[in-house]
């Protein structure tokens, strides 16, 4: 629920008397109140009612009894839920509610679902000064004396009926509900990308291959094909027993799996021909499943191929769309992004087809998900867009159930905007910032806005599939990192003496030190990089950066990093790496710093070094983004001058396979070396190649030429990519990239 409405009824609420004056609801901790539900209360209002009287407890000292309507003849009640004797507004919209005096009575009503349970919190925040923030136990400030004032009116509708921040304060309950906030797993029965939930793979395809979609001219377990007969009545055999199971989940998805491979047989093109796009087929497979429960509520997502609306089925009225925005930057409102061109004519054709719309949108890198990622002065304007677009619920995913940057932050602002759009962000941030970060907070608010300002000053793209690496050229530069730390540093003298605060500011450091130390497997040998001249010639590992790294997974670990990416290492596995790393004999090499050219241009997002990626001394690791030069759809040709003839005996690189990342070997590796430039002679060719079968293991293969000890000045490399992506993996308008990391020449 917005925290500007509880701040502003709060502040209302303490200026305005009732005509006779406030009401005492509980005077020396003593209250002649009572807490009365209806005669037969919901689970929801009994919780309600548990909540006021706890609060007020845990505030006075004074334990209200809670009685049931007909128990109770008297005037000074707290009346809790639908009862008999009412007050306020005849309906409330949705999960909203209602808190108000009448007479000598308090009411707090709800609408449908949670409503009064919000309503409950909502009196205990703004009336009693209770608060509950992510990631720490309520707290209710003692006062023996509460009173009410006699014109107490509020009323509180959410714009949004579903409404989830998706990060680690989310395995709170309770600060869900303070917050007006909601968990997928609360409400769906069968969650996101569901196809081979409904119908493993594992099951059904070596048997019925059928079942699945047909690419490339075969069947395969990418996704399923919704025109076969068996697979819509398996699909509803599969919902009425989970149905049965569950009975009080509110929807249920019947949703692509995360990936391409849509079906292409005959029956599933012909319905996606006739309604323009690939969600063709599926929204006609899906009203068909919803028509066979017309009490439930289906989701399915529009995403990747799914996307873009049917020109002519529209969803049943049953069915709701939930819309990724995943392609867009976020360094602009999604209104006016040039990269959300696409997401914002799906938007308006689904909205035109009369869609019950939901958004899946992400506030997160989720590639690293400690790296800094300011994004949050756009949220409000995002929400809104949303919002006047129809939709009328929103996923906001960030990280998940391991911590991220500025997870705390982020599901509080989300938690008020989510209920109220119009909601003040800046209040909002200014209210966060004072109760958890207490004396730091105005340093810890002049860090975002220098977080903020930077990504606009220099131009920054904001990518969810970004790295701090590639952000390391505007708003992560080193000398931008010195004043976030500048900053960061006055936040911890502010805090000092505060134990809870001064560990909130160093948790919020930890993305500016993970930055620190991915940006320095970059540079390596040069400034800000790991490496130092070690003595007697060549490089050795800074002394001080083991400590670093072993305090550093500590620290992240102790924050809640179960991981740092999607998928990825955990903060032990990241130490183990960096120790590997750290024990690698470094080895330079004739090829050390030498300059490179290039036939065909490197991707500058994923090779951040550019061209001298390959003689910058430095291998890579499984991560594509940093220390390999991508070479995205064409041949990689580079041509190393080695500065003068060199006795060459061998040259030997590296090549990456990560088929998520459509990153493959090349099909074929050449080495040629010339004395002049102009006329070489291949010293050796080898080959690489796609996997024939599905393959998604990241590895690193090394290949190694001997080349006898023959004089050359040049070294030209020529690595094959290949023509188009495996069968297995076949994404359309997707080419094969190739990623070499170093050239050594010995």
Not at 320 to 344: K, M, V
Not at 556 to 584: C, F, H, N, T
Not at 672 to 688: F, M, P, R, V
Request: hydrophobic fraction near 40%; include cysteine.
């Amino acid at each position: 629920m917005s925290s500007l409405f509880l701040s502003v009824m709060m502040m209302l609420s303490a200026g305005c008397g009732a005509p006779g004056g406030d009401i005492p609801l509980v005077t020396g901790g003593r209250s002649a109140y009572v807490i009365v539900t209806p005669a037969s209360p919901s689970g929801a209002e009994r919780k309600a009612a548990g909540i006021v009287q706890e609060y007020i407890l845990r505030a006075s000292g004074a334990k209200l009894p809670i009685l049931q309507e007909g128990g109770y003849s008297g005037k000074q009640a707290i009346y809790v839920g639908n009862t008999r004797q009412s007050s306020g507004p005849e309906k409330i919209k949705d999960d909203g509610y209602y808190t108000g005096v009448s007479g000598q009575a308090l009411y707090i009503r709800g609408g449908s679902g949670k409503g009064v349970v919000y309503g409950a919190y909502h009196f205990a925040e703004a009336y009693m000064r209770c608060r509950k923030l992510p990631g720490a136990p309520a707290v209710a400030p003692v006062s023996k004396d509460i009173s009410l004032p006699g014109n107490m009116q509020d009323l509180s509708e959410p714009d949004f009926i579903y409404r989830e921040s998706y990060y680690p304060a989310s395995a709170d309950a309770e600060y869900l509900e303070w917050h007006g906030l909601q968990r997928f797993e609360d409400l769906w029965g069968l969650w996101g990308h569901s196809y081979f939930k409904i119908l493993p793979p594992a099951t059904y395809f070596a048997a019925h291959p059928e079942y699945y979609s047909m690419v490339n001219g075969r069947r395969q377990p990418l996704q399923l094909c919704l025109s076969n007969e068996a697979v819509y009545r398996l699909t509803v055999a599969y919902f009425k027993k989970a149905m049965a199971d569950n009975p009080d989940a509110i929807y249920w998805s019947i949703s692509p799996e995360d990936g391409p491979g849509g079906c292409t047989c005959d029956q599933c093109k012909k319905a996606d021909t006739e309604e323009g796009s690939q969600s063709g087929s599926l929204i006609r497979f899906v009203n068909r499943v919803a028509a066979a429960f017309p009490q439930a509520r289906f989701t399915t997502l529009a995403y990747g191929y799914t996307s873009k609306a049917p020109a002519k089925t529209k969803p049943a009225g049953n069915v709701y769309i939930l819309l990724s925005t995943i392609d867009a930057y976020r360094q602009t409102p999604l209104a006016e992004a040039p990269s959300a061109a696409d997401f914002r004519r799906n938007l308006a054709a689904w909205e035109k087809l009369g869609s019950h719309l939901f958004i899946w949108d992400y506030t997160t890198q989720f590639t690293n998900y400690l790296c800094p990622f300011p994004d949050y002065n756009h949220l409000a304007a995002n929400l809104q867009y949303f919002a006047a677009h129809g939709v009328r619920g929103v996923f906001s995913q960030g990280s998940g159930d391991t911590y991220g940057d500025m997870a705390e932050y982020n599901s509080y602002l989300q938690a008020a905007l989510l209920w109220n759009t119009r909601a003040d962000a800046g209040a909002v941030t200014a209210d966060f910032m004072k109760h958890y970060y207490r004396a730091a907070a105005a340093p810890m608010q002049q860090y975002l806005q220098a977080l903020t300002a930077a990504v606009k000053t220099t131009g920054a793209v904001l990518d969810i599939y970004g790295s701090p690496i590639y952000s390391g050229k505007d708003y992560l530069s080193p000398a931008n990192l010195d004043q976030y730390s500048t900053l960061l540093d006055r936040a911890e003298a502010a805090a000092e003496g505060d134990t809870a605060a001064l560990r909130r500011v160093y948790r919020a450091r930890l993305p500016l030190e993970y930055t620190v130390l991915q940006q320095s497997r970059m540079y390596g040998t040069e400034k800000f990089g790991y490496l130092v001249p070690a003595n007697g010639g060549g490089y050795t590992v800074n002394p001080k950066w083991p400590a670093r790294v072993q305090r550093f997974a500590e620290q992240a670990k102790a924050a809640g990093v179960k991981e740092l990416s999607e998928g990825g290492l955990s903060p032990e596995a990241y130490l183990a790496q960096w120790q590997a790393l750290m024990r690698r004999p470094w080895v330079g090499g004739l090829a050390f710093k030498a300059p490179v050219t290039l036939v065909n241009a490197y991707t500058p997002e994923y090779s951040p070094m550019k061209e001298k990626t390959l003689t910058d001394g430095l291998t890579g690791d499984l991560d594509f983004s940093y220390n390999w030069l991508f070479t995205y759809g064409k041949d990689m040709i580079a041509t190393i001058d080695l500065g003068g003839s060199k006795t060459v005996r061998s040259v030997q690189l590296n090549f990456l396979q990560d088929a998520r990342h459509n990153i493959f070997l090349p099909q074929q590796i050449t080495i040629e070396i010339s004395a002049n430039g102009l006329d070489y002679t291949k010293i050796g060719t080898q080959t690489g190649g796609l996997p024939a079968e599905e393959d998604y293991t990241a590895a690193i293969r090394n290949f190694k030429f001997q080349a006898g000890g023959k004089a050359a000045r040049y070294v030209r490399v020529t690595a094959v990519c290949a023509p188009k992506m495996p069968d297995w993996r076949a994404i359309p308008n997707k080419l094969p990239a190739v990623c070499c990391d170093e050239v050594v020449v010995l």
